[in-house]
């Protein structure tokens, strides 16, 4: 979306995640568990993308996970099995 749509609107960045220094538990351990990422440079759209789904419904299945992050984001590494795998792990609580 353009800036300017999100204008009155409250944004949380992947920053805002994290709270006094500790990961989002358990989206952001589950990446870090299932090796969800590679250079990174998808991972906070990924991240931001899956708490959105999760939100949502908290037990998709992979077929879901799968449809909704194909929605704009791309891994240019190719990390999409393991990007599943941290997403399906957080929906399950996290290890
Ligand atoms: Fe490198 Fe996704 S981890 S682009």
């Known amino acids: 979306m353009l800036a300017v749509q999100a204008r009155g609107h409250e944004i949380t960045t992947i920053e805002g995640l994290a709270r006094d220094g500790e990961l989002h538990p358990p989206l ?3 990446f870090q568990n299932n090796h969800g990422l590679q250079c990174g440079y998808c991972t906070p759209g990924f991240i931001m993308n899956a708490v ?3 939100n949502r ?3 998709p299945s992979e077929e879901e996970i799968r449809f909704h992050i194909g929605g704009g984001n791309l891994c240019r590494c190719t990390g999409y099995v393991n990007i599943v795998k941290a997403i399906k792990e957080a929906a399950q609580g996290g290890r």
């Open 28 to 30: 952001q351990r589950a």
């Open 52 to 54: 959105e789904l999760l």
């Open 57 to 59: 419904n908290g037990n």
